[in-house]
């Protein structure tokens, strides 16, 4: 699954807010907490994309933590699917077989057969943009 939630703890600080991500050993300042949540969102992002890369999936969430004094536990959301189309840029070769009638027309009109299938794919999988 591309989307998921990890928990995090929001605490006040004379300048705003410091958000945790003890999962991942993450820490974010910001003067607005939407603000740090999402500095914390891209940073778990960062971390994640590594793990699809290395392991081919996300690890699992750990459970909620008992709240520090002070905090609050929140969850944020990752959506690895929309982060890794708009950041990811490796790419992996894959050998299709189609019929050599369709390969001819697709020549004739100078169709990128890897485009189209990345765009035929993302649309299967419920992505509303294409490369």
């Keep these: 699954m591309l989307k998921t939630t990890y928990p995090a703890l929001i605490m006040p600080t004379e300048r705003g807010f410091r958000i945790e991500v003890p999962q991942f050993d993450i820490t974010v300042e910001a003067e607005a907490a939407a603000d740090g949540i999402q500095m914390a969102r891209n940073q778990i992002c960062t971390v994640l994309s590594s793990c699809v890369d290395t392991r081919g999936e996300l690890p699992e969430a750990e459970p ?58 993302l649309t299967c999988l419920g992505h509303k943009s294409t490369l």
């Design 64 to 121: 909620l933590a008992a709240l520090a004094a002070g905090s609050t536990t929140t969850l944020i959301d990752v959506d690895m699917g929309s982060y890794m189309l708009q950041y990811s840029t490796k790419s992996v070769h894959k050998n299709v077989s189609i019929p050599a009638w369709l390969d001819t027309e697709a020549k004739k009109k100078r169709i990128n057969l890897s485009q189209t299938l990345q765009n035929a794919l």
